[in-house]
């Protein structure tokens, strides 16, 4: 059984849903809290919406915190990863190994996998993160420090903002973060 709750956040309202075994999903704000339910239960159908558990709870607080400006960590949350491919799970691993106000490159990643070729497969697997910010896929580049895609709403600025609160962008580099189609 998958439960989920919203709750607001100072870019809006987002989402998360969770079974026994642990966070399942993680929805970043929609236009508004209607459109965050709905992508939520698209991606967590029959999911029951319920008080977190305490687990849960601590994890929302992080992401209320970190999206306040506040650091916040999620290294120690439980994860259900159910059904995601294995090279998503090794993507997802060097993703959540990238610390705070850090970056690294689509094609880093590749090379920490010990694939590095695999660079646009990394960003396929980036764009199918089923837990945006406790597993920090903003926390990954294109080449050249391109800020590459993002699906959350609002894409790349959400992206921007993302490492803007971390601290992963001087003030001197925004400029560098042009919204872009090209995905990394």
Known sequence: MTGFALFDTALGPCGIAWSARGIRGVQLPEADAAATRARLMRHHP???EGTPPPAVQRVI???VALLAGRPARFDEAVL???GVPP????VYE???????GSTLSYGEVAERLGEPGAARAVGQ???????????????????????????AHG??????RLLEIEGALAAETLPLFRESSHAG
């Open 46 to 48: 029959g999911a029951r």
């Open 80 to 82: 259900d990863l159910d």
């Open 155 to 160: 894409q790349v600025a959400t992206k921007r």
């Open 94 to 100: 060097v993703a959540r190994a990238i610390p705070a």
């Open 125 to 151: 697997a980036l764009g199918h993160n089923p837990l945006p910010i406790v597993i920090p896929c903003h926390r990954v580049l294109a080449a050249g420090h391109r800020p590459g895609g993002f699906s």
């Open 87 to 90: 090279f998503n799970l090794r």
């Open 61 to 63: 607080d992080a992401i």
